[in-house]
Each structure stands twice: as C-alpha cells, then as structure tokens.
C-alpha cells in the first residue's frame, strides 16, 4: 500500500480520489500488469524509506530524486486512468447506440405490421368491390389476385426492397392475364394492377424501394416523330382504341368489330387497315379475323400500367365513371359475364 506522502502526492497530480487508484488495480489486473503494480507499490516503499533516510542523514539531492520518480509513476498512473475512462466512454456510446438501434427497430416492425394489416383490408376491400360480380372463374381469380398482392405487400417489413422482387410480382400479374379466357378479365386486372401500383407507391413513401427512376432517362433522345405516327396516331381514335381492346385476348371478326363499334363497311375497314399498317393487328387470312400482334399488345399494356399509376389524381374516378359507361354502351356482355 501507499504511504500517506504517496497519497498525498498521489492526489494533487491526478485531482481525483484514492478509488480511481483502486480501480486503476483492478485494471492492471484485468490486463495481466500484476508485476506492473507490485513493482509499483515495492518502488513507493522504496522511495519512502529513502526519503526518511535521506532527511535523517542530511542529503537533500537524493530527496529530490526520489520525488521525481514518484511523479513520474504519478503521471503514468493517470495515463492509465485516462485510458479506462475514454474505453468506458466508447462501450457507454456503443451501447446507447444499441439501445436506440433496437428500439426504433421495433417502431418500424409495429408500424410495418399496422400498415400490412390496412393493405390486406384494402385488397380484400378492392377486388370483392370491383371485380366482376358474375363470373364462373371468379373464385379461383379471387385467391390468385390475394395471394399475388399479399405477398407483394409483404415486402413492406423489409429494410429495402430490391427492384427484383417488385418486377417478379409484375411479371406474375401478366403470367395471370396472358390465360386469362374471357375478355371482361381485362376489368379485373386493371383492379389488381391499381392496388400493385398503391402498395409500390407506399414503399417509395416508406423509402425503402427505388427503381430506376433516380437514372433519369435520356428524354432529349426521345424520337417524337416516330412515337407519335408509330403509337399515338394509331391508337388516338376512340374507335381503334377500342378494336385493340377487344383483341386484346382473342380474334375478332369483322361483324363483331361492326356491333363493338357501330361503324359498317368502309368506315370501320378504314380503321382497321389504320391497325393493321401500324402493326397493332393482323387478320390471320384473307377474310379471317383479326388478331393482336406483340407490338399492339405491348402498347395496350403500356396504356394500362400509365392509367393505374395516374390513380392518385384528380379526375381520375370521372375519367373511370366515363370510360365504364362507354363500355356498357358499345359493348355487350355474354349472359355468364353480366356485372
């Protein structure tokens, strides 16, 4: 143990009290410095009996020395101190850090899981309301569609949600519509791909999803001529629009375009050959019926996916009463597919 010099000195170098030395024990210990620290208690003694000794005899360098050498241990024991509270203060930060990490953790779980309960309601809410009321298929389509969106909004737990699994549920969805048998189908996908679009917008919101839309396209090498004889030419009259809709899913007649459109002989040929020059249709032969082709299919689906994303604004739920009526008025609906 110290002496009471050594303590006395021990407190005016380090300004802290006697536990900061027992600690400093501890320490040393702890790191294996037990030579470290009974040599250090063996020098105090030593220091001490020669200080008594030297004031007895007379011999005041010797004294001096000797209390240069206790302020040296001094100073290596407040190095030491030095080292413990800056260690003790990383494991407090890291800690904290910790805690913090793992508490707004659990604030994003109970929140992931309240926002996934509201989209489950909301598929189930979306395609028992606008579905297809009469439908021998509707059953099987109902689980298909909930399993679909289900999963899709299952996403929403993930940290980040990789562009991959997003495009997987895309491409699902068009696996679905490619067999779908009856062309009123098309009424119930655009329900789906609307709640697809909902619950990839909320993950934006949530920003844990990005596409490729922070990669700004080059818009400036956009070729608007091309774009507009090649696509939105042929597809801006109401009546070719709705000849590409109808074969969409199976071939066409020409009378049955008749009763779709109302137009007879050259005015409905008109439009057709319109169609068929774009490259949007093809008649399987010569007075046969006409059927999609790949370019006219892509660009239907192009339509569909901008008219889902544009959901969220204004207007939208006119431009959807208009375009219901419009269908109600030019079509008629098979006895098995009546809404």
């Known amino acids: 143990m110290f002496n009471q010099n050594s303590i006395r000195k021990l407190k005016i170098f380090t300004g802290e009290n006697l536990i900061f030395y027992f600690a400093f024990r501890k320490y040393v210990q702890y790191n294996n410095f037990k030579g470290y620290d009974k040599n250090f208690n063996n020098k105090a003694g030593k220091y001490g009996n020669m200080k008594n000794g030297n004031k007895k005899a007379g011999l005041p360098g010797d004294s001096v020395i000797s209390e240069g050498q206790e302020i040296a241990e001094v100073k290596a024991i407040r190095e030491k101190l030095s080292e413990m509270h800056s260690d003790i203060k990383k494991v407090m930060e890291f800690t904290s850090r910790l805690r913090l990490e793992a508490a707004l953790e659990n604030s994003r779980q109970e929140y992931s899981n309240a926002l996934l309960s509201h989209l489950f309601e909301d598929i189930d809410t979306g395609l028992e309301k606008n579905m297809v009321k009469k439908c021998p298929e509707k059953q099987k389509c109902t689980s298909a569609f909930t399993a679909l969106l289900q999963q899709n909004a299952g996403l929403i737990k993930k940290n980040r949600v990789d562009d991959a699994l997003i495009s997987d549920s895309r491409k699902k969805l068009e696996e679905l519509r490619c067999g779908a048998p ?70 066409k007649s020409f009378s049955a375009f008749s009763e779709l459109t109302g137009l007879r002989g050259g005015n409905l040929l008109f439009h ?58 030019k079509r008629k609906d098979t006895p098995e597919l009546a809404v």
């Open 182 to 251: 009856y062309s009123k189908c098309e009424k119930c996908f655009s329900e789906v791909s609307s709640l697809l679009v909902k619950q990839v917008n909320l993950m934006r919101s949530m920003r844990i999803y990005a596409d490729n839309q922070e990669q700004k396209p080059n818009i400036s090498a956009l070729k608007t001529s091309a774009v507009m004889s090649e696509i939105l030419e042929p597809i801006s009259n109401l009546q070719r629009l709705e000849i590409l809709r109808a074969v969409a899913f199976e071939a």
């Open 272 to 329: 057709l050959q319109k169609l068929t020059e774009s490259g949007l249709i093809m008649q399987q032969h010569e007075r046969g019926d006409y059927m999609i082709t790949e370019k006219g299919f892509r660009i239907l689906q192009g339509l569909n996916e901008i008219y889902s994303s544009l959901q969220g604004y204004p207007l939208q739920n006119s431009s959807r009463k208009e375009s219901e009526e419009n269908d109600s008025q």
